[in-house]
């Protein structure tokens, strides 16, 4: 699986992306989360990095200070710009997680990352994390969300690499199959990862989604 195939299945999934969001076992564990983002990243000026069809920019603009958020593809950015955002608030461009610009003196304060951490490789984890520190400016907060892996309800994994990283057989719109890392860290391996990078982590779980704070370096 290489990075090309991941953009290229989330591009064709973009329209019925969110249906994840409606499940209804979920629902209390999404609000709780909701909450916890928003507390965290209240007025903050907001680098939001994979933002997808903007599901979670739409939960948390009308709590920031101000929203940028990326993707790599512009159908996901065709499809958040349609969202409702506060006037004047929340703008967007193109952006690859692994080349991104240098934050300019004050242009952040905060960083959001959604379900990006479990579809990235575990061996490129820290350079990720570097090109996190240098887009959002050291001293930032790092917000993160991802996915427990829920026995019966998440996906089961399809094979494990020499590295480590776990990967998940997912189904095309022409109904073709294709291979998607996905990743399910526990708490001992989310802070020996981002114990060098950053400071002052912080961990919550719930049944479905996992939510990590920390300051970057």
């Not at 929340?90 to 080349?99: C, T």
């Not at 242009?107 to 990235?120: E, I, R, V």
């Not at 061996?123 to 917000?143: D, I, K, P």
Request: one cysteine or more; aromatic letters at 8%; proline letters at 3%.
């Amino acid at each position: 699986m290489n990075e090309q195939t991941m953009r290229d299945y989330y591009a064709q999934r973009a329209e019925k992306l969110e249906q994840i969001y409606t499940l209804p076992e979920r629902q209390q564990d999404l609000q709780e989360i909701a909450a916890r983002v928003n507390a965290l990243l209240r007025n903050q000026q907001v680098l939001e990095l994979a933002c997808g069809t903007g599901f979670w920019t739409e939960k948390y603009a009308a709590q920031a200070a101000s929203v940028h958020a990326t993707d790599i593809n512009q159908n996901m950015l065709d499809l958040a710009q349609k969202k409702p955002y506060p006037p004047g608030k929340v703008s967007f461009s193109i952006a690859d997680i692994h080349h991104l610009p240098a934050a300019q003196s004050g242009q952040y304060s905060a960083c959001f990352a959604g379900f990006l951490w479990s579809h990235t490789k575990r061996e490129q984890q820290t350079e990720l994390l570097q090109g996190v520190s240098r887009a959002a400016g050291a001293g930032s907060l790092l917000v993160m969300i991802d996915n427990n892996d829920v026995e019966g309800s998440s996906l089961p994994v399809a094979r494990t690499d020499a590295e480590g990283n776990t990967y998940q057989l997912r189904t095309q719109e022409d109904g073709s199959r294709v291979e998607i890392v996905k990743n399910f860290p526990s708490d001992s391996a989310l802070r020996k990862k981002l114990g060098g990078l950053v400071r002052d982590i912080r961990i919550f779980r719930n049944q479905y989604y996992w939510l990590l704070s920390c300051v970057l370096k």
